[in-house]
């Protein structure tokens, strides 16, 4: 029973929980804490009422911001018979077929009435809705549901959720990467647990959190950034708990010629004590400026007159001083804190035996690609995404130029909807234009130069010469 309660558990709200909102086709990404004001579609919500709840319930927005756990009974559709038309010819759409106003539909909001109520007034003062026919009538209720119904949907973020609230929002922070696009990435870069993979991506994270969540916690991630820090948002969003966090490192892209070469400087450097104690002492020479006083001479009686003001003056320095020293202190903790993991970082790029590689980035893939493959072992997958074909098709015929890669394979995501419905199954007429270009390939050994080492392969027997006769 404990089992029982600790896997419905997983599946509640809790406090502190990063959630999707999602209402028709829009998604945000938001954290769970208490008496927190939340933008969603221009309202302000509290979301103090979803803690302890199951992921995928949907809320009606009461009057103040609070949720209300909705009735599945109220999502259905009015039970009532339908009368509908056989065809629309002679409807027109004039404007002066709904009586009500928009005036007497705020009276309607003011007096309490929910979404669906709204709709079944509307619906009694069309004058065309009964001539319209079923379809029509479907599709005028599903559109004034969309306007008039005040719910949210609660959903667990994942990969797939995460992608689309990108795509959807701000798909130029994500290099304008698709939710397919990133499913062919995982499956072609074959990230699984246990295994080792390189990363380099500028999709804010969004990437590294998809990998990060494929894996599970198990195995080892190491993000390679440019600049001076890595961009994260993505992985927040996720929610992961402590221990994804200890299979991550990071290693800047640009020292990687050091590391190459032998000569990273992984030790944390001390300020230098000798500047440090000359500081001290001119210091303590100020503050302290007698230290052996003989006897009260006059300058001395007029300096005890001006002692308070010194005093002051002298406890303001200190304790400034001492913010000085906590400053210090904490950038050579963060300081330390930042060579260890480069160090950590260097130890598991140090035995160049990666698993697979993923690129996804708005710079040029060539470069980089070229550096990072020699860090991969033999027959291991690698995958390079780009908006645009150019940079990979200058990639592509890198590779096949210098070695090294087999099974190249340039490959265009193609993805479209659907709409299933009882006699109106059609493609919907807007989709997408592209979702960007994928370079996919496998690692093998370079072949040695020639004349390089000596065969080690057996001579070939001789074979015998039968006796002729004559």
């Known amino acids: 029973m404990a089992d ?7 599946y509640r709200i809790k406090e502190g929980d990063y959630v999707v909102l999602k209402r028709g086709d829009i998604y945000k990404s938001v954290q769970i804490l208490p008496k927190k004001k939340v933008i969603f579609e221009k309202q302000w919500i509290f979301l103090d009422n979803v803690v302890g709840c199951l992921y995928g319930n949907t809320f009606e927005i009461r009057s103040g911001g609070g949720l209300q756990l909705q009735n599945t009974k109220t999502t259905e559709s009015p039970p009532d018979s339908k009368v509908a038309g056989t065809d629309n ?3 027109i759409d004039d404007g002066k077929s709904q009586k009500l106003t928009k005036d007497d539909i705020e009276k309607l909001k003011d007096q309490g009435l929910k979404g669906q109520e709204i709709i079944q007034q ?3 003062n069309s004058a065309t809705f009964s001539n319209k026919t079923e379809y029509a009538q479907d599709k005028y209720i599903k559109k004034k549901k969309k306007k008039y119904e005040n719910t949210v949907t609660v959903l667990r973020p994942t990969c797939r ?3 689309m609230m990108y795509h959807g929002r701000e798909p130029g922070k994500i290099c304008h990467l698709r939710y397919d696009t990133l499913a062919q990435m995982l499956t072609l870069a074959n990230i699984h647990a246990n295994s080792k993979v390189l990363v380099f991506e500028t999709c804010a994270g969004l990437v590294l959190g998809s990998i990060m969540e494929r894996m599970g916690g198990h195995g080892t991630v190491v993000q390679m950034f440019p600049g001076g820090g890595p961009v994260r948002a993505g992985v927040e969003s996720f929610g992961f708990p402590a221990h994804f966090y200890e299979t991550l490192h990071e290693f800047p892209i640009c020292h990687l010629n050091a590391l190459e070469a032998g000569i990273l400087d992984t030790f944390a450097k001390a300020p230098d004590a000798g500047e440090k104690e000359s500081n001290m002492t001119a210091e303590e020479e100020d503050v302290l400026p007698g230290a052996d006083p003989q006897g009260d001479s006059p300058e001395e009686q007029r300096m005890e007159t001006v002692s308070a003001d010194d005093k002051v003056q002298d406890q303001k320095k200190q304790e400034e001083e001492k913010r000085r020293e906590a400053k210090a202190q904490e950038k050579k903790v963060k300081q330390e804190e930042k060579q260890r993991k480069l160090a950590a970082a260097a130890a598991r790029l140090d035995g160049r035996n990666a698993d697979g590689l993923v690129i996804a980035s708005r710079f040029h893939p060539c470069p980089v690609l070229l550096r990072l493959l020699r860090f991969l072992s033999p027959s291991r997958p690698f995958v390079v995404y780009s908006q645009y074909l150019e940079p990979l098709i200058e990639c592509y015929t890198k590779l096949k130029e210098q ?9 265009d995501t193609w993805l479209r909807h659907y709409q299933v419905l009882p006699n109106r199954t059609h493609p919907r007429l ?8 994928l370079l996919s390939g496998t690692t093998v050994a370079p072949e040695p130069p020639a004349g390089s080492t000596p065969s080690e392969e057996p001579a070939p027997k001789r074979q015998k010469l039968k006796a002729t006769e004559g």
């Open 4 to 10: 029982n309660g600790d896997d419905e558990d997983h």
């Open 89 to 91: 010819r002679n409807i």
């Open 122 to 124: 509307l619906i009694e």
């Open 161 to 163: 959720i995460l992608a």
């Open 403 to 411: 070695g090294g890669a087999v099974s190249l394979k340039l490959t």
């Open 430 to 437: 807007l989709m997408s234009g592209g979702g960007g270009y």
